[in-house]
């Protein structure tokens, strides 16, 4: 694989991190942080300059808080200082990343996503009779430090902007030398990175044809659940050698039994929301209402917040139940 060189000065360019900072404060541009940096923009942005090309950048800080949807993760805000370095790295660094993903690769990528994903899913279960549910055991938190930069070694070849990678990865842990920090936008595009291996052993050395990922939830489909049991034992092989990561319990069934993915569960012609995602519905748009109600927002800011819940539960056979919560509100 050639390698990426002579990528840094591209990232260190005024032009590009104004776009940075520009990108970094999109939906808080009121933030008290936001507006600080803002004041000194070009002094901030100078010093962030000569961070990136003398390699030795400021990062680690980190603030702490716990989110409870779709489930309880603690999720690590890094100063807007941190964030703008963030997307300097990834406009330009972010299409060396997309070059070594398969196709059905579907998270953090422009023009995937969610639906994309579900999409073909729901095509594969269409066409196939069994499927085979992979999910990495705490997956973030298992990533290993190591195996992380050697992968990033094999990607890029300037010894300064992997000394830059490098240090982000350093700058945490949830475990000695394993960890990436879940909120960091370099976080996502290591950790899918971090799997990128594992899908094209799948493609191209199992021949698997029906597979498709998002971030750390995999599925497989096939006509033999025999054939999904031996791939289940190579890739789980491979994981543990290569990654150094574990799968949760597996799930196998017929497609009959329903495919669960991204809060979906998917049956042959037909796609439904899983109870949780019903559940998360129903509650996140009573305490819309109730904002509404109370004046805390406006009907434009309700909109924003309704509009992509309702769009995701679109997207399966839910016309009766939207129609029964909205009639309760």
């Keep these: 694989m050639i390698r990426d060189n002579h990528l840094l000065e591209r990232i ?8 940075a900072s520009w990108k970094a404060a ?14 000194e923009l070009e002094h901030n942005l100078f010093n962030l300059r000569a961070q990136i090309l003398s390699g030795r950048v400021e990062v680690g800080r980190y603030r702490y808080f716990k989110v409870y949807e779709p489930k309880e993760r603690q999720i690590c ?14 406009n330009i660094c972010h299409d060396r990343f997309e070059r070594s993903l398969i196709f059905d690769s ?3 990528r422009k023009g995937k996503g969610v639906y994309a994903a579900l999409e073909r899913a729901r095509k594969f279960t269409d066409r196939h009779g ?11 938190d298992s990533i290993h430090h190591a195996v992380l930069k050697r992968q990033l070694a094999g990607l890029f070849k300037e010894k300064t902007l992997l000394a830059i990678f490098y240090q982000i990865i350093d700058s945490y842990a949830a475990s000695p ?4 920090p879940i909120g ?10 971090y799997l990128s291996g594992l899908d094209h052993y799948v493609k191209e050395k199992l021949g698997v044809s029906a597979y498709v990922r998002y971030m750390d939830d995999l599925v497989l489909w096939h006509h033999s659940k025999e054939q999904l049991w031996t791939w289940y034992a190579q890739i789980s092989r491979f994981l543990a050698d290569n990654l150094q990561c574990s799968f949760k319990p597996v799930l196998m069934h017929g497609v009959g039994h329903g495919v669960p993915f991204l809060g979906y569960k998917i049956f042959p012609g037909e796609v439904r929301l899983l109870p949780k995602s019903k559940t998360r519905f129903a509650r996140k748009l009573k305490l819309i209402e109730a904002r509404h109600q109370s004046g805390e927002w406006d009907e434009k800011t309700c909109q924003h917040h309704a509009l992509p819940l309702v769009a995701f539960a679109r997207h399966a056979s839910s016309n009766n139940f939207r129609r029964s919560v909205l009639l309760k509100e």
């Design 26 to 39: 999109k939906g808080k541009r009121y933030a008290a942080s936001v507006l600080a940096y803002q004041r």
């Design 177 to 180: 030398e394993r960890g990436l």
């Design 130 to 140: 069994c499927y085979l549910k992979l999910d990495v055991t705490k997956f973030f």
């Design 106 to 108: 579907y998270a953090s």
């Design 77 to 90: 805000a890094s100063a807007f200082g941190e964030q703008v370095l963030h997307h300097a790295l990834m």
């Design 184 to 193: 960091n936008l370099t976080s996502q595009y290591f950790a899918n990175h």
């Design 12 to 19: 260190a360019d005024p032009d590009n991190l104004r776009l």
